[in-house]
């Protein structure tokens, strides 16, 4: 997954992947954005799904004279990509960078720092 998404883009897909009951209308998406502070115009919506759809991110299905739309990235798979990506550019794809800079830098709650203990401890079980 090379694409990159722009945090508009970002914003729709993260509606779509947490209708969890199936393909997101249009008129979902127009209601599900402007709840969280997003009133977008038609056009500008109609654009950044198209945008989403070239980009092989969305998959649109016409039903009637109405789209649906459906993620063929997971979620997982763009933080995983993505974070990747972050590693390399930042870090020289160091984890050990980034997880001493978090530490070191104060940037981890306690509950957070002993949550992540166990879960590297339990993966070399």
């Known amino acids: 997954m090379g694409q990159q998404i722009s945090d508009a883009e970002l914003e729709i897909m993260k509606v779509i992947w947490a209708k969890e009951d199936g393909p997101a209308l249009f008129a979902y998406l127009t209601d599900e954005l402007?709840?969280?502070?997003?009133?977008?115009?038609?056009?500008?919506?109609?654009?950044?799904l198209n945008r989403l759809v070239n980009k092989g991110f969305l998959?649109?299905?016409k039903t009637g004279r109405r789209n649906e739309y459906t993620a063929l990235v997971s979620e997982n798979e763009y933080q995983t990509a993505q974070t990747r990506r972050f590693l390399d550019k930042i870090y020289e794809?160091?984890?050990?960078?980034?997880?001493?800079?978090?530490?070191?830098?104060?940037l981890l709650p306690d509950e957070e720092y002993e949550e992540l203990k166990r879960l590297l401890e339990k993966g070399r079980e």
């Open 34 to 48: 402007a709840a969280r502070g997003k009133p977008w115009q038609k056009n500008t919506l109609i654009t950044l």
């Open 59 to 61: 998959r649109a299905r």
């Open 93 to 106: 794809g160091s984890a050990k960078g980034l997880v001493s800079n978090l530490i070191q830098g104060d």
